[in-house]
């Protein structure tokens, strides 16, 4: 058994539309019970490594190399229908928008007994138990009510809950919360982030957490990547990542964030020397892989 | 990707919106498909004298209800064969057309404006100007339509013209809920009140802003009216209500081969065909050009 | 941003005429309820309960809020495109409230907005730079031969090159089309600009450009600005004055450094304590600020 949960080694991926690379040689690393942030802005790819890793990549993106290794088993090596039982029974997905990720006809009891009764045959009333104790652990008031009703009776942030509970349900090992708390209020925002934390403390799940917000990073993750154009600019500890960050991307970036507790800094633009480095460590990048 | 991609410093490049659009219509299988054998029967009604083999009303008893061509008995000079009277099947064919052309292109048009004018008003304006047409289409939709159209033609007297009036009376009600619906969606986008911040009156945001959205859908309600309006013709014309019946209807047709419709067969299939190709080719055409239209857009 | 104006406290201003370029003065705002049988509107639940709030010269004025604080239906409100059920709303002295759009039309001029979602915002089926020259033609602020010129200014302005006139929305990056949303706002050189959440949808680096064209063009034509959104950072460094909203009413107002320094009411406290900073904060997540 490998110490790392997950372990993504020279992944790359290109669009078919464009021809263009998507995912350029990214590699990283998740720890058993650590928070790692993907964190990059829109187009950097964060989000197509956390498909990549579920198995839900569109159409017209196809990896090209590298591998994807779920406890020291190579996922992108499984046929397909044992990925899936791979996947089903490991990985969890905390989806972004939590209004489409619900079905509207359906009651939240259906949704999340679903898998609970698929993958761990549980009887519909153990399920049923089962989904009363995960709203409680999840902070739901009146569980009882909630399982009856159907989404649209139900707040953003209690439906955020609910896809929580859904998805530690099956007591997966790995997490994907794919940018889970960008459709919510900052209030509301904060109480979900804690409520990941706590869950995923109790539970010792390990979490890939995808978001552009290095803010949110700060605060809940243990280690990140920082990507850009689909490759890797920088890695670590947060810790370092923020006290001393070496990669001028990152200094960048955390310059152009707004900072309500430094008046006079922040809310820099990213200033296009930065830009242009980064643009032509990607051509580099690009030009080594045509000489190989 | 597209944020970090465009920074790579290429400009937007514009592209000319209209050849971009035709290009797409054209490569769009139902639109050619579909709008090709329109284009095809368009020829055939203008050209019908031409094109021909015989006159449609020139009756023969000696060439009476001959078969079409590959059956026992058949003649050269009739291809598809001749009814009881002797008239040329073809050639009361070809020029059937005209007729069901006339009321498709004349009739869905007039439903159209009439129906896109009300739905306008009535999603744009709401309140009191919604109720009153609303209230209007629902008790109109309540009206039994083939009675209804039963009924103008008999005050405006048998002929085109009346088929054509009842056709645009009865079905503006389908344009005016669709456009209505449509128009409701789109007094919501923030290009809508972008309009008004900057100061146009609601007739020029109705006009300029929201009804070119609306065209997309427009263009593919007509043609779906189009074929509505011809099986229409062919109901009216078949109960002896549209043209006199001297002229060629499919729908007469249809009418006079039920009766022969052991002893000549064909005189009932043929305009039947017809009459099912001609729909279907508008039901290809409309939804190819809705596919056609709306992702160019989107792209 | 410009200096600090000495202003006296609200409470201490009753119903003075103001030198407030926009005013909304006891506004309640509600949304339609059931319809009558003819579609007539009946009064519903109310947006905005008795708020008072104003812009003066040159004045950038954050609105806070959260959803359903009402921010939004104030800013529209502001602009005259919703009708308080009470309440009056004034620009420069003169009553808005209720006037019909044709005696509107001259003031518009003077009032614009730039919106949350450029993509939304743009008409897909026109080219940016009909988009750009049909309110100056409305405004008669230039002829057909002009009107090039003035819009090639406004498209270099706000730091795009003159090829993206001839585009469709669809075919522009997001900062782009924002930039465009800019433009348009700025074009008929208004005195009062609302922002509407213009930043939301954008990338750390992309509002900081966004951010910054905005703050030079704020000064450069001397703007009063109405700056609404969710988040209290960008609020800080872009605005003077802040309002907090909360379901409908205004629960705190004044500078913005005063309230970041010393939040009086617990909700902004709240508001504030939220926002996840970049920086390591041990006790952030478990911290509570009771409400």
């Known amino acids: 058994m490998s110490a790392e949960l997950l372990r993504i080694t020279h992944l790359s991926a290109v669009s078919r539309a464009s021809r263009l690379p998507v995912l350029r040689d990214v590699s990283l690393e998740v720890g058993r019970a650590e928070v790692h942030g993907l964190v990059g802005e829109s187009g950097a790819g964060k989000s197509t490594i956390a498909k990549a890793v579920l198995g839900i990549l569109p159409q017209g993106i196809s990896l090209t190399k590298g591998s994807i290794a779920l406890g020291g088993r190579d996922l992108l090596a499984l046929g397909s229908h044992e990925r899936r039982r791979l996947l089903g029974a490991e990985v969890a997905l905390i989806p972004q928008d939590p209004l489409t990720a619900l079905n509207p006809g359906r009651r939240i009891e259906a949704q999340l007994t679903d898998g609970l009764v698929l993958w761990r045959g549980l009887s519909r009333r ?115 990542l923020l006290s001393s960050p070496h990669h001028p991307y990152t200094k960048a970036l955390m310059a152009a964030c707004p900072r309500y507790d430094r008046p006079g800094r922040g809310l820099e633009p990213i200033p296009e020397a930065v830009l242009a480095a980064c643009r032509n460590e990607v051509a580099a990048f690009d030009g080594s892989l045509a000489n190989d | ?250 729908g007469g047709m249809i009418a006079q081969g039920r009766q022969t419709i052991y002893q000549a067969w064909w005189v009932f299939a043929a305009p039947l065909a017809a009459l099912f190709a001609t729909v279907l080719a508008f039901n290809q055409l409309g939804d190819g050009l809705r596919r056609a239209l709306d992702p160019a857009m989107r792209r | 941003m410009l200096p600090a104006e000495t202003r006296l406290p609200r409470s201490t201003v009753a119903w003075q005429m103001t030198e407030a370029l926009v005013e909304a003065r006891d506004i309640v705002v509600a949304y339609s309820g059931r319809r009558g049988f003819l579609g007539q509107r009946r009064s519903g639940k109310p947006v905005l309960h008795h708020v008072d709030m104003s812009v003066d010269k040159g004045e950038t004025v954050g609105i806070v809020g959260e959803s359903g604080s009402g921010k939004t239906t104030l800013g529209r409100a502001l602009l005259g495109l919703i009708s308080p059920a009470e309440g009056s709303i004034f620009f420069d002295g003169k009553e808005i409230t209720g006037l019909k759009e044709p005696s509107m039309r001259k003031l518009r001029r003077r009032m614009q907005m730039i919106f949350q979602d450029p993509m939304s915002s743009l008409n897909p089926r026109r080219r940016i730079r009909n988009i750009l020259i049909d309110p100056l033609l409305l405004h008669g602020l230039c002829d ?148």
């Open chain 1, 126 to 240: 153990d399920a049923k138990r089962r989904a009363l104790a995960l709203l409680n652990e999840v902070q739901m008031r009146e569980p009882e009510r909630v399982l009856r009703a159907f989404p649209h009776e139900l707040s953003g942030g209690m439906r955020q809950r609910v896809l929580i509970a859904a998805a530690f349900a099956l007591e997966p090992t790995l997490i994907i919360a794919d940018e889970p708390t960008t459709a919510l209020d900052v209030t509301v925002q904060k109480q979900i982030l804690r409520l990941i934390r706590a869950m995923q403390a109790r539970h010792g799940t390990g979490v890939v957490f995808v978001t552009h917000d290095l803010g949110v990073v700060a605060q809940i993750c243990d280690r990140a990547t920082l990507l850009y154009m689909g490759k890797v600019m920088e890695e670590g500890s947060v810790e370092e």
């Open chain 3, 144 to 291: 057909s031969a002009s009107a090039e010129h003035s819009v090639r200014e406004v498209i270099a302005r706000v730091g795009l090159p003159s090829t993206v006139l001839d585009c469709f929305a669809h075919q522009l990056s997001g900062g782009q089309r924002q930039r465009i949303g800019i433009a348009r706002a700025v074009v008929l050189k208004p005195d009062f600009v609302l922002a509407d959440e213009i930043v939301s949808g954008l990338d750390v680096s992309t509002q900081a450009q966004v951010l910054a064209l905005l703050g030079e063009l704020k000064r450069e034509m001397n703007l009063a600005m109405a700056f609404i959104s969710h988040d209290l950072s960008v609020v800080r460094a872009v605005c003077n004055r802040v309002y907090v909203l909360r379901e409908g009413r205004v629960v705190e107002e004044g500078r913005c450094d005063e309230i970041f320094k010393a939040p009086r009411d617990a909700y902004t406290r709240t508001l504030i304590d939220a926002i996840p900073l970049p920086v390591i904060d041990k006790g952030w997540l478990s911290r509570q600020v009771y409400d």
């Open chain 2, 1 to 250: 990707m597209a944020e970090q991609a465009s920074a790579l410093g290429s400009a937007a490049t514009p592209s000319r919106r209209r050849v971009d659009t035709l290009a797409a219509l054209l490569h769009e299988p139902k639109v050619i498909g579909g709008g090709g054998f329109i284009l095809f029967l368009v020829l055939a009604a203008l050209l019908a004298p031409l094109i021909s083999p015989h006159d449609p009303l020139e009756q023969d008893l000696m060439s009476g209800a001959l078969p079409p061509v590959g059956f026992a008995g058949a003649q050269a000079g009739f291809p598809i064969g001749t009814d009881d009277l002797g008239r040329d099947v073809l050639s009361r064919l070809i020029y059937g057309t005209r007729v069901a052309l006339t009321v498709a292109f004349v009739a869905a048009t007039l439903a159209a404006v009439l129906g896109t004018a009300l739905g306008l008003l009535a999603g744009y304006f709401g309140k009191l100007t919604d109720g009153v047409i609303s209230r209007l289409i629902e008790i109109w939709m309540a009206f039994p339509p083939v009675l209804l159209s039963i009924l103008i033609v008999a005050i405006m007297g048998a002929g085109v013209a009346s088929v054509i009036t009842a056709i645009a009376i009865i079905d503006w009600t389908r344009f005016a809920r669709v456009v209505r619906a449509e128009t409701m969606a789109q007094a919501k986008a923030d290009y809508v009140t972008a309009a008004r911040v900057i100061g146009f009156s609601r007739f020029t945001i109705l006009l300029r802003e929201i009804l070119p959205n609306i065209a997309p859908l427009l263009v593919a309600l007509l043609t779906l009216e189009m074929g509505i309006a011809v099986i229409v013709e062919a109901i009216l014309s078949f109960v002896g209500l549209s043209v006199s019946s001297d002229t060629p209807t499919w």
